[in-house]
C-alpha cells in the first residue's frame, strides 16, 4: 500500500508527488497522461524563471524531475473509483485494479469545453486560444474574438481590450451572463464590440491561420463573417471529476472544493489544480496547490492512527 496516491500526473500532481517522495513516503503517481494539459501546449512565457519554453519540453523536465526520487509511476492509466475504507482508500483503475493507499491527492486537472465547429481544431494554436492570460500577449495590436458572455468571457474582453487592437464578444444567448459590474466596465471601453444572439458556426483560416469567424444573426438566421486574428474561446473549464461524484463534494460546476491547505471534505482526501474551486488556472498555480496538498498529506499521516 502506499502512504500517499496522487491521481493525474500534470504539474500539480508532479510537483505533489516529489514533495511527498522528498518526506520519504511510499509514493505513487497514476496518470491517464502524464504531463496532462500541459502536452498540448505551444508556447509558455509565464513560468517564472524560464522566459520562454513548450509544452511538451515541460513535460519532459517534470518527468526527469519525478525520477530522480522514488516515485512509483503508473502512467496510461486511469481511476474510476475511490472508496474510503477503515484502513485509508482503495482506487480502482480502468483494467480493474484496485491501489490501496493510506492517503490520496486528487490532481486531475480540467478541459475547456470546445465550440465543436469546422476549424476549431485545425486552427488550434494557430488563432483559436483558450486561455488569455497565456496567449493573449500573442495577438498584440490584432483584432480578437471572445466566444462567450458570461464572467469568464466577459474578463477576458476586458483584459484582452488592454493588449489587442479589437476584441469582438460573440454571446449565443440575447443578454450577457457576466456580473453587472463587469458588464459596465465592458460596455465603457471603445474598442470592444459585443454581439448578442449569435451562434458560432465555423472558423475560418488562409491554412496556416485563423483570419476569420463565421456566425449566424440568430434573430435573422443571416450568417455574417467577423475579419479576424484570433479567437478565444471561453464557454466553461470541465473538471475531470465526473469520477468522484457522491464521493467527495463538488462545487456546482464539478470542482472539488477544497479549503487553503488543499484539504477536502473527506479526511485524508486532498485535491489539487485546476480540478479544485482553487482561483485561476494556471501551471505555476497548479505546482503550488500540489506541493501545498502534499505538505497536508504529510501532516494527516503523522497525525492519524492508521496502519
Ligand atoms: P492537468 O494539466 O489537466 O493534468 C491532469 C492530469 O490528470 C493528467 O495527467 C490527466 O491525464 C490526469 N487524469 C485526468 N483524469 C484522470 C483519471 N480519472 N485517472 C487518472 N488520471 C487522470 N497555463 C499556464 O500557466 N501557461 C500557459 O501558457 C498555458 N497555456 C495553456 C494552453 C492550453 C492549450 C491549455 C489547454 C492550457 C494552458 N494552460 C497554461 C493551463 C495549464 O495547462 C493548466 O492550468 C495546468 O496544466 C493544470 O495542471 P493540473 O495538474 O491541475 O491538471
Known amino acids: 500500500a502506499f502512504d500517499v496516491l496522487i491521481i493525474g500526473g500534470g504539474p500539480a500532481g508532479a510537483s505533489a508527488s516529489i514533495y511527498a517522495a522528498r518526506k520519504g513516503i511510499r509514493t505513487g503517481i497514476l496518470a491517464e497522461r502524464f504531463g496532462g494539459q500541459v502536452m498540448d501546449t505551444l508556447g509558455i512565457e509565464n513560468f517564472i524563471s524560464v522566459q520562454a519554453t513548450e509544452g511538451p519540453k515541460l513535460v519532459q523536465a517534470l518527468e526527469q524531475h519525478v525520477k530522480e526520487y522514488e516515485v512509483d509511476v503508473m502512467n496510461l492509466q486511469r481511476a474510476t473509483a475511490l472508496n474510503k475504507t477503515d484502513h485509508g482508500f482503495e482506487v480502482t483503475i480502468a483494467n480493474g485494479a484496485v491501489l490501496k493507499s493510506k492517503s490520496v491527492i486528487v490532481s486531475t486537472g480540467a478541459r475547456w469545453r470546445e465550440m465543436n465547429v469546422p476549424g476549431e481544431q485545425e486552427y488550434r494554436n494557430k488563432g483559436v486560444a483558450y486561455c488569455p492570460h497565456c496567449d493573449g500577449p500573442l495577438f498584440k495590436g490584432k483584432r480578437v474574438a471572445v466566444i462567450g458572455g458570461g464572467n469568464s468571457g466577459v474578463e477576458a474582453a476586458?483584459?484582452?481590450?488592454?493588449?489587442?487592437?479589437?476584441?469582438?464578444?460573440?454571446?449565443?444567448?440575447?443578454?450577457?451572463?457576466?456580473?453587472?459590474?463587469?458588464?459596465?466596465?465592458l460596455y465603457s471601453l471603445t474598442n470592444v464590440t459585443v454581439i448578442t444572439n449569435a451562434l458560432s458556426k465555423e472558423v475560418l483560416g488562409d491554412g496556416q491561420k485563423v483570419n476569420g469567424l463565421r456566425y449566424e444573426d440568430r434573430a435573422t438566421k443571416e450568417e455574417r463573417v467577423i475579419e479576424l486574428e484570433g479567437i478565444f474561446v471561453q464557454i466553461g473549464l470541465l473538471p475531470n471529476t465526473d469520477w468522484l461524484k457522491g464521493t467527495v463534494e463538488l462545487s456546482a460546476r464539478g470542482e472539488i472544493v477544497i479549503d487553503q491547505k488543499g484539504e477536502t471534505s473527506v479526511p485524508g482526501l486532498f485535491a489539487a489544480g485546476d480540478c479544485t474551486t482553487v482561483p485561476y488556472k494556471q501551471i505555476i498555480i497548479a505546482m503550488g496547490e500540489g506541493a501545498k496538498a502534499s505538505l497536508s498529506a504529510f501532516d494527516y499521516l503523522i497525525r492519524s492512527s492508521v496502519e
Open 158 to 185: 476586458i483584459d484582452l481590450a488592454g493588449v489587442v487592437s479589437h476584441v469582438t464578444l460573440i454571446e449565443f444567448d440575447t443578454k450577457l451572463r457576466a456580473d453587472a459590474v463587469l458588464q459596465k466596465k
